[in-house]
């Protein structure tokens, strides 16, 4: 789970927003695309219990990023111009 992580955050533009290896029999996490500080809009996807992050966060990322890019050019054409982030939890 841990070589996912630094995986998805060598992309760049990520931020590791949680990271719980705590009493839990899987790591969980919780990565974003873009800075959810500063974004006037925030996308979060929380898929099923049955994902991993080893297993699954990479593709989720890719998912998010593209969902990011399409909703900032929404944003810039037909919303309020405002700036995008997008979470995989």
Known sequence: GLDAIEDVLARGGRQLLLLDASGSRQLMAAVAVGDVD???????????????????LASYDQDME??????????????????VATVSW
């Open 38 to 56: 500063t974004a006037d809009h925030v996308g979060v996807f929380t898929p099923g219990f049955t994902s991993t992050v080893a297993g699954s």
């Open 66 to 83: 593209h969902l990011r890019t399409v909703a900032r050019v929404l944003a810039l054409e037909d919303g309020d111009g405002g700036t």
